[in-house]
């Protein structure tokens, strides 16, 4: 069954450090998500992509985050300047023409 | 507005019984309903999902009863499993944007 991939399954950052996140979608699908979860809560959208640029984005998805699709498969999440409280699990997703949302496992993200 | 409520916050069941998870909202441009099962360290997995024109959707031992009017939905998980013990999260989307409700943790003891 196709599923969506993300890289790193953790990673520890400095405080104030730039991070990327890398995800490939299921490869027919048309749209692209970044949510997160702060431990123990709620998964939270953060920004929708789709055919090249942001459709929609959240309060939380600042200027110091941003998504890029690079090439053809891959979907990339940059927070330039980490917070610490930007510790949370990052899901990456993406959807077809249809509605199901499907989740990666995600990418834990620690700052220190 | 934008706001799913979600209930309980955590559910212990016997092996067997049955699983009743409540979720209510108010946006009526939502049009889609999913389920999402979560496990420990894992991502949300699509469960089940439901459409408003539709009152009650069956997948297995899984069941959406949907009331539109109402603003409220609920899953039933029929003879509970200790596998199936995960967090749930009721979900609506509207633009393919999803709202999440903050889950339930669903403990089916053997």
């Known amino acids: 069954e196709p599923e969506v991939t993300q890289t790193p399954s953790h990673q520890v950052t400095q405080m104030g450090q730039e991070v990327i996140l890398r995800c490939v979608p299921i490869?027919?699908?048309?749209?692209f998500y970044w949510y997160r979860q702060i431990l123990g809560q709620k998964v939270e959208f953060l920004v929708s992509?789709?055919?090249?640029?942001?459709?929609?984005k959240s309060e939380i998805f600042d200027d110091q985050f941003s998504v890029e699709r690079p090439d053809g498969s891959n979907f990339t999440l940059k927070i330039r300047s980490t917070k610490l409280e930007d510790s949370a699990m990052y899901f990456c997703?993406?959807?077809?023409?249809?509605?199901?949302?499907?989740f990666g496992e995600g990418s834990w993200l620690t700052v220190v | 507005q934008q706001q799913v409520k979600q209930s309980p916050q955590s559910l212990i069941v016997q092996k067997g019984g049955i699983s009743i998870i409540n979720c209510a909202y108010e946006?009526?441009?939502?049009?889609?309903f999913p389920w999402y099962q979560q496990f420990p360290g894992k991502g949300p997995a699509l469960l089940i999902a439901?459409?408003?024109?539709?009152s009650e959707k069956k997948e297995g031992r899984f069941t959406i009863s949907f009331n539109k009017s109402a603003k409220q939905f609920s899953l039933h998980i029929m003879d509970s499993q200790p596998g199936d013990s995960a967090t749930y999260f009721c979900?609506?989307?509207?633009?393919?944007?999803?709202?999440f409700g903050k889950g339930t943790l669903l403990t089916v003891n053997p």
């Open positions: 997703a993406s959807s077809g023409s249809g509605n199901t949302i499907y």
């Open positions: 490869s027919n699908h048309l749209y």
């Open positions: 992509f789709y055919n090249n640029e942001i459709s929609e």
């Open positions: 946006n009526t441009a939502f049009d889609y």
């Open positions: 439901i459409r408003p024109d539709v």
């Open positions: 979900a609506a989307s509207v633009n393919y944007k999803l709202t």
